[in-house]
């Protein structure tokens, strides 16, 4: 009877958890899609042409603290469902252990995941402003130079090839001997564990993030297909492949782009 009513709450809880993080990916995108706050939506952007002449944000107090919600926001919704592999398979875990404690670590555990990216969205939008004062991204903040473009891919595609990238893409790839690695029980060993996850996953994805500055920081198509790349990197088998073969196309790329820019 009392493994009968176990069952039960893990399923629940279970159910809950997929719920939460459906629900927290779906308003994620819509803020970036439509850019909630923003003088212009993700949509629009995407529509215009990249080189199209806009002014560039003023980088206020205010401006800046938008801009940064608006890259938190979007790595919200990009890394989350890659993320979702291993949130669940700690809330399993954690329930098998306590389950009436289970869900609120889970969240504790995702809470620390995001916190890192917050981090990085920091420094992402501190290279923002820099780009834009400097006149290296334009009003559409995209790149304004060719030579910016060459060695953001060169720099990401190497990233593919480093050892350190392939130790970081195995800790999201195989959750189990992961968690048995770093387990901490309760709340704080929750949010311990989200950050060290979280700081697998940028050690992971950074270099690829930063391609956002070549096609455009928020222009849906590279948003987009950076998400879909970023998921199966974590979850697709014999990806760490095409990752490397990823990394070499990227690596050709920005040379030929830097030897005809």
């Known amino acids: 009877m009392q493994n009968d009513y176990l069952s039960n709450v893990l399923r629940k809880d279970r159910l809950a958890a997929v719920l939460a993080l459906a629900t927290v990916s779906g308003v994620a995108w819509i803020y970036t899609v439509f850019g909630v706050g923003m003088d212009m ?3 629009d952007m995407t529509a215009m042409p990249r080189d199209m002449p806009m002014p560039p944000a003023d980088w206020n107090a205010g401006e800046s603290a938008l801009m940064f919600a608006m890259w938190w926001v979007m790595m919200v ?3 989350l469902p890659s993320a979702a592999p291993m949130l669940l398979l700690y ?3 954690a329930g098998h252990r306590d389950a009436e404690t289970a869900g609120g ?3 504790i555990f995702a809470l620390g995941y995001l916190l890192v990216w917050g981090a990085f969205s920091l420094a992402a939008t ?3 402003a820099a780009g834009e004062l400097s006149g290296l991204l334009g009003g559409m903040m995209a790149s304004a130079s060719t030579e910016l473009d060459a060695a953001l891919l060169m720099l990401a595609g190497a990233w593919q090839l480093m050892p350190m990238k392939a130790r970081c893409l195995e800790a999201c790839r195989t959750p189990v001997p992961f968690l048995s690695r770093i387990w901490r029980s309760g709340p704080r060993g929750a949010l311990w564990m989200g950050v060290v996850h979280g700081a697998f996953c940028v050690g992971c994805c950074w270099a690829m993030m930063l391609l956002l500055f070549v096609g455009g ?3 849906l198509y590279w ?3 950076l998400s879909l790349f970023v998921l199966a990197e974590k979850t697709v088998p014999g990806w760490p492949v095409a990752g490397r ?3 070499l196309v990227l690596v050709l790329s920005g040379s030929l782009l830097f030897l005809i820019g």
């Open 77 to 79: 919704a990009m890394m």
């Open 105 to 107: 670590n889970t969240l």
């Open 41 to 43: 939506s993700a949509l």
């Open 91 to 93: 809330q399993r875990v």
């Open 245 to 247: 073969i990823s990394g």
């Open 223 to 225: 948003i987009g297909g």
């Open 126 to 128: 501190a290279l923002h």
């Open 217 to 219: 920081v928020m222009n």
